[in-house]
């Protein structure tokens, strides 16, 4: 949210016990640091005494300031202008501050801001009070058409860029600008013509007050006018550190060739770039050798190729068709895969593959004993394994009872046989 204080001479200020030049309204809730802040940036000095003929031309103070308030950054904009008479008679002033975050920052930019009608108040009349609803500041477009502000002050169209140089040129941290109290109504239009030829990030980056005379030293200002004739004059051109330019007598501009001063006298504002769009990829096709990136290759969008040299190798056998198959192979050339981008063809007849054995398929039930060396040789020492996907227990354990079973039958026949009473003996020998 905005914080606001206006500041002028009256009776009774907002604060109990305050009264002559004090706080009449400000933002409920505002910080105290904020409010001390706001009210010692409000000082002004008359140039013409108040209430004379001439105090229509005393300067009105236009001025966007950066300052620090408890490690916020916030852009101050004011305004401070001479006023009616005070209730004592006596010469009086009315000052208004904005207090931005940097969410609250309009691209247009501070100068375009103040130039806005009815953003600050002109005058005061009522009681004291509390400013309770959030200020939001108005639409405002960015400056377009002739730098209007130079023709108003009779200066060549490159001064308003060499104020935007002076603005973004971070070795120079402040310049002065002489000026006369004449010149003081058009200084707001020519920064907004000079504020026109940044870019929105660098527009509030550009600190400003129309009419110099002191500052507290945490505030940034960088351009300063001074009024001619002022004690802030005289100190500006005789200071060999701070650069100053009398726009009373503007003579040649400093830098005549910097782009920014070139695109003021050409009446060309700052445009926000355009991203061109996004090209889609070009796909092209190739002929690659079958050895691989190290060989010829051939694209139709080289010289004296083209589809019709294409035809003319498919016609001669150079390449051909994917499963053409190559002479005296006897074997399919290998399907050549399809790919987005560079499609490679190998020429000449393709290299035929060898066929890897396939290993049979596992069946539960068993294999023979071939398999089962094939498989040992495949996974060496994984006998376990071949008789849990070999043979099955079963006929392991039926075979040895019939082993066994035959064995207890030949002992048998063995023991019978050697019972026997020999036929041969001494009882038939007579």
């Not at 500041?7 to 030049?21: A, I, N």
């Not at 043979?391 to 064995?407: D, E, N, S, T």
Request: with cysteine; charged share 20%.
């Amino acid at each position: 949210m905005a914080q606001e204080l206006i500041y002028t001479s009256v009776p009774t200020g907002l604060l109990p016990g305050r009264k002559g030049y004090s706080t009449v309204a400000a933002t409920r809730g505002i910080p105290d640091t904020l409010m001390r802040q706001l009210e010692s940036l409000s000082a002004y000095r008359h140039i013409h005494q108040a209430g004379s003929a001439e105090a229509a031309a005393n300067p009105t103070v236009f001025s966007h300031l950066t300052l620090d308030n408890q490690g916020q950054q916030l852009s101050l904009l004011s305004r401070i202008s001479d006023t009616e008479l005070d209730y004592s008679g006596r010469s009086n002033y009315l000052a208004h501050h904005l207090a931005l975050s940097p969410v609250e920052r309009s691209p247009a930019g501070p100068a375009s801001i103040l130039a806005a009608p009815s953003l600050l108040v002109t005058q005061w009349s009522g009681e004291p009070a509390y400013i309770d609803a959030a200020r939001e500041l108005p639409p405002v477009s960015e400056a377009s058409g002739p730098f209007s502000g130079c023709q108003r002050l009779g200066l060549d169209a490159g001064w308003a860029g060499e104020l935007a140089r002076l603005a973004q040129d971070t070795a120079t941290p402040l310049a002065h600008l002489v000026v006369s109290t004449e010149m003081s109504p058009h200084l707001l239009a020519l920064l907004e013509d000079a504020s026109s030829l940044l870019s929105p990030q660098v527009r509030w980056r550009f600190t400003f007050t129309t009419y110099y005379t002191s500052l507290p030293p945490n505030v940034d200002c960088c351009l300063r006018f001074v009024i001619e004739g002022t004690n802030e004059a005289d100190a500006a051109r005789g200071s060999p550190q701070v650069p100053c330019l009398d726009l009373t007598r503007p003579g040649e501009l400093p830098f005549p060739d910097h782009p920014l001063v070139r695109a003021a006298q050409a009446g060309q504002r700052y445009q926000a770039p355009t991203r061109p769009a996004a090209a889609e990829p070009e796909l092209t096709a190739e002929v690659t050798p079958a050895g691989g990136a190290g060989g010829d290759a051939w694209s139709p969008t080289e010289a004296g190729g083209g589809p019709d040299e294409f035809e003319q190798m498919m016609a001669d056998g150079v390449v051909g068709p994917a499963t053409e198959e190559p002479q005296g192979t006897g074997l399919a050339a290998p399907p050549v895969p399809l790919t987005v981008g560079p499609v490679t063809v190998a020429k000449g007849p393709a290299t035929p593959t060898p066929a890897t054995p396939a290993i049979p398929p596992t069946d539960s039930r068993g294999q023979d004993d071939e398999y089962d060396d094939d498989y040992d040789d495949i996974e060496p020492g994984s006998r376990r394994r071949r008789r849990e996907k070999g043979m099955p227990l079963g006929w392991i354990a039926g075979g040895g009872v019939l082993a066994v079973g035959l064995i207890v039958i030949a002992i048998v026949l063995v023991m019978n046989a050697s019972k026997k009473p020999n036929k041969d003996g001494p009882e038939n020998d007579q």
